[in-house]
């Protein structure tokens, strides 16, 4: 009991010892000086009210009656539902479902529904690339986001100087997310882990420096700015088309609405989210594939059966990359303008938070961590408290759930073809 | 000879930051060197050190305390508490339940740490600039004019103060005392410390405690030499001080110092030769050129491959 | 008498201050099974990590089919033929046993990106050979119920018979065995010995082995090198080693 009493005073004191101070003083700035004001009432109860909780739980912390089983009493999933649902089978059909409904979504959902769903699906298409590289090769990368800034500033560039339009600069943007990925990659993928981690970070930061502060070229914080919309074989969807371009409105003779234009850009998204979803599904049981989740497993067992882990590792990066730069263009193109200030850390960690929520390696688990990711966002009573949502889901899911909420089982291999 | 002087003035400078980011980089080196984790919150503790700093400050301020002794005591002593607080409380929810086993794991929670705490503060105390008036005004010149002379102002003599004096007291811990050892012991070998009769989760706990308090000096330090706090700025801190560890060999504390002091003069003439806006690419540019040819930086031992 | 295969000379490899391999001579014949035998941290293991290119050695020249191949990187030399099985078996525990398998052929299946892509015939081609192979050797080392089971799920013995299959799904020239019998019953001993002779006779794999269990050794080896403290102490026919007092000393300790 004595321990106890010890612990428990020790726990609440260093609740409110991290609490208190913080959360419930607060600097205030008062004319040209600062004060300290109380938090409002509120927070110090719940202070108040925390710390009392926490000495009663450590206090009887033996004597409630499983207390220590509480996790396993929470996860209330019965085991055959979640060997279901983890099945690749079950994944795939799933899937299929979704992107049924992604189709005809726009027909029915409003065109704020429909505006949400893009960037959903941007954040698909970011999520599935950088799964490549976290979730399959097992590289943490936090500078992804850098490539999806290479994709968008390379189509916005290219819009802006040499008058490149959507879907001539879309491949080009891939290439070039890739060359980067590849002359970063190079280099850098010889190290462990956890330096790879914090020097992909570096990267992203040092290109967003640059994309700051080139102002003769980028436009510095302002950005680049009136990016010319995808359009439909050469047919614009603005109420006044550009020199040399025909309306789509006016192609068809129907009355102008700027609904169609968000339903073409979901369109374009989908298609890009599609064609990503292929790809990967054929890569994942590729000899490619193989090799990266090898590599993730035991880097020295694949260079001892032959397996230049380098090169695995690059393919990884490069191809990530290049997702990252179909997504970054299509969002320069969704916006018409990009500035260095949309591909901060934040949103490289908000893409790994997708990935690690998801599940490595699972597409569905993307998907849906993506959906929950980007409506909590939206949301307008959360999204105060969106970040500290991420950071918290990422702690909680690593202790409880490391391998992510939907993980998808191996595929099944048959022996005899 | 003004060039020379500007180039001594820039010197100094830069050791004087240097010095600081040599006390967060401590704390990035000495967990690295126990359990191998790249303490990503690190840098949050710090940030949260000068807010703690701020508040102990303004609250003296407001009780009509203005003489300088007692308000430093107060802020370095408040900041250093709280913090310790913090460095036990993230190691114990955020870190110890995923000790031993995949890398990447306890790294993924950190950064989750890092967002957490940094959204924390920013709601509980908003975004915007914090700043307040600074304690010790005042410089002397060394040399004949301010022109052909060194400025040091009475804040950057104050700031090698406290950081000799807290680099001094940590290596006498280590060196003497019992738990100083032990943590020595933990850092050769965690297992082997274990089985001969050390509490290693208390020492893991303390290297955290230690490293949050000089994060937290350097908080004080920093933030009254600036004047201004906001809750973004441990994020770049905390990168740069991992760069200095990275720099003079993670898992080595002398090397932290080095690394926090070569840093500090790098990114000083850094911003000299490229302009302000460039000063955190140097950083960033040496944490990188440091991984890729020489990983194990100025005084850390190699890693040997164990297959 | 056919070619020496393997052709070690002088090799050292120092860590700082510590000598943990000095001066080893090995020659290793094709077709032959080679042990190298030794007290706990004689550097035995050390020496495998030379040979495969996980440690560049300090000197000493390392000849396979009489090109150098010391401080070539790991996958290059396993591309040379030369693959090992690690003491504490390193299946990809994530992944299944026949998942295992194919990576471990990654060097000689049809690995382009676009016919993967594309499915070409080729690629197909090239995958259903792949999985042939897979699935003769699983069924060799008695695997096959088991052959979509995350690796490290098996159970030990089965580990470890994995791992030697996924060896020879890089049509190894020189297998090199990290004691293969460590922690297997006396049954699985016997299988082990049966199988390590069948993949000599039968493959024409030549075997380097680093094991304790005497009786394997003994009864299977053509020659035996003992490594003590770094260095050679002894070389020979199992007859010879065993009658060397310098052996036995080594082994019994001062007395």
């Not at chain 1, 359009?231 to 088309?241: H, N």
């Not at chain 2, 991992?242 to 060999?249: H, K, P, R």
């Amino acid at each position: 009991m004595s321990r106890n009493l010890k612990t428990a005073l020790f726990s609440t004191l260093l609740l409110l010892l991290i609490s208190y101070p913080i959360l419930g003083l607060k600097l205030s700035v008062i004319g040209i000086g600062l004060q300290v004001e109380g938090a409002d009432a509120r927070t110090l109860w719940t202070i108040g009210l925390a710390a009392v909780a926490m000495f009663t739980w450590q206090l009887l912390r033996d004597r409630l009656p499983g207390a220590g089983r509480l996790a396993a009493m929470t996860p209330s999933v019965p085991g055959q539902v979640k060997h279901w649902l983890t099945l690749p089978s079950t994944q795939r059909w799933i899937i299929l479902a979704l992107v049924m409904l992604a189709l005809v979504w726009p027909f029915f959902g409003s065109r704020a529904a429909v505006d949400i769903a893009t960037l959903i699906l941007i954040y698909v298409m970011l999520g599935i690339g950088l799964n490549i590289v976290v979730g399959l090769a097992g590289l943490l990368d936090l500078g992804y986001v850098g490539f999806y800034a290479v994709g968008a500033y390379t189509y916005a560039l290219l819009a802006e100087y040499a008058g490149f339009g959507f879907w001539l600069a879309l491949p080009i943007a891939g290439l070039m997310a890739a060359t980067f990925g590849c002359l970063l990659g190079f280099p850098v993928l010889r190290l462990r882990g956890d330096y790879l981690a914090i020097v992909t970070l570096g990267f992203g930061e040092i290109i967003r420096i640059l994309l700051r502060n080139l102002t003769d070229i980028t436009g510095g914080p302002n950005g680049i700015s009136q990016i010319p919309k995808p359009t439909l074989f050469g047919l614009s969807f603005d109420r006044r088309a550009p020199e040399g371009l025909e309306t789509f409105h006016g192609f068809f003779g129907i009355p102008y609405d700027s609904t169609y234009k968000v339903i073409f850009l979901y369109l374009i998204a989908l298609l890009l989210v599609l064609l990503a979803l292929f790809v990967i599904n054929r890569l994942m049981r590729m000899p490619i594939g193989r090799a990266w989740e090898a590599l993730r497993e035991d880097e020295i067992a694949c260079r001892s059966l032959g397996l230049n882990p380098t090169i695995v590792k690059l393919s990884a990066f490069t191809l990530g990359a290049t997702f990252a730069g179909f997504a970054g263009s299509f969002f320069a193109a969704r916006q018409g303008l990009v500035t260095p200030e949309s591909f901060t850390f934040i949103e490289s960690a908000m893409i790994l938070a997708i990935v690690v929520l998801g599940g490595m390696g699972s597409q569905l688990g993307i998907i849906l961590a993506a959906v929950v990711m980007v409506l909590l966002q939206e949301m307008r009573e959360f999204n105060e408290y969106r970040m500290l949502i991420f950071g918290l889901t990422m702690i909680v899911m690593m202790i409880w759930r490391p391998q992510g909420l939907l993980p998808m089982q191996r595929p099944h291999l048959e022996l005899k073809s | 000879m003004p060039e020379l002087y500007h180039y001594l003035q820039q010197l100094v400078n830069g050791l004087t930051i240097g010095s600081t980011y040599a006390l967060i980089a401590i704390g990035y080196t000495m967990v690295y060197g126990i359990i191998g984790m790249i303490n990503f919150a690190h840098g949050e503790v710090y940030m949260i050190g000068s807010y703690i700093a701020f508040i102990a400050i303004t609250l003296l301020a407001m009780a009509g305390v203005d003489s300088l002794l007692p308000i430093m005591f107060v802020a370095f002593a408040a900041s250093m508490i709280v913090t310790s607080a913090y460095g036990y409380s993230i190691e114990r929810f955020a870190y110890r339940p995923l000790r031993g086993g995949n890398r990447l794991i306890p790294l993924i929670s950190a950064i989750g740490m890092s967002i957490f705490l940094q959204n924390m503060v920013m709601l509980s105390q908003d975004s915007k600039d914090k700043a307040i008036p600074s304690l010790l005004p005042g410089n002397f010149v060394l040399g004949e004019s301010a022109m052909s002379g060194v400025t040091i102002s009475y804040m950057q003599v104050l700031i090698f103060v406290v950081t000799f004096l807290a680099m001094l007291g940590l290596s006498l811990f280590i060196s003497r005392s019992r738990l100083g050892r032990a943590c020595r012991a933990c850092a050769e070998d965690l297992k082997m410390a274990n089985l001969l009769g050390i509490n290693t989760n208390q020492i893991i706990a303390l290297t955290f405690v230690i490293g949050a308090a000089l994060a937290a000096v350097a908080g004080v330090l920093l933030g009254m030499q600036y004047g201004v706090i906001n809750p973004h700025l441990g994020f770049l801190a905390g990168i740069k001080a991992f760069t200095a560890a990275v720099l003079g060999g993670i898992g080595s504390i002398p090397g932290a110092v080095l690394g926090g002091l070569l840093l500090g003069v790098a990114e000083a003439f850094g911003a000299d030769l490229f302009g302000d806006q460039y000063k955190d690419v140097v950083a960033f540019s040496l944490l990188v050129l440091v991984l890729l040819f020489r990983p194990t930086g100025i005084l850390g031992r190699p890693e040997v491959e164990k297959v | 008498m056919s070619r020496p295969l393997l052709e070690v000379r002088g090799l050292c490899m120092r860590f700082g201050g510590l000598l943990a391999v000095n001066g080893v001579n090995l020659s290793v014949r094709e077709g032959q099974i080679v042990s190298m035998i030794g007290p706990n941290g004689a550097g035995k293991t050390t020496v495998f990590n030379c040979l495969n290119g996980f440690y560049r050695p300090t000197s000493g020249e390392i000849l396979l089919d009489g090109e150098p191949i010391q401080g070539l990187p790991g996958h290059r030399i396993a591309c040379k033929g030369v693959v090992r099985t690690f003491q504490n078996v390193r299946l990809f525990k994530e992944m299944t046993a026949v998942e295992n398998l194919l990576v471990a052929q990654h060097q000689h299946i049809n690995t382009n990106f676009f016919a993967g892509l594309f499915k070409t015939p080729g690629y197909r081609q090239s995958e259903r050979a792949a999985m042939g192979r897979a699935a003769e050797w699983l069924e060799r080392m008695s695997l096959t119920e088991v052959a979509n089971r995350p690796a490290g799920t098996l159970a030990y013995g089965q580990q470890r018979r994995l791992e030697i299959a996924r060896c020879m799904m890089t049509r190894p020239r020189l297998l090199m065995l990290d004691e293969p019998a460590a922690g297997l019953n006396p049954r699985e001993t016997e299988d082990l010995k049966t199988l390590i002779g069948q993949l000599r006779d039968e493959h024409g794999v030549t075997v380097l082995l680093i094991e304790h269990d005497m009786k394997l050794v003994m009864s299977i080896s053509e020659r035996i090198l003992v490594i003590n403290q770094g260095a050679p102490l002894a070389e020979g026919t199992p007859v010879e080693i065993r009658a060397n007092p310098d052996v036995i000393k080594a082994y019994l300790g001062e007395t």
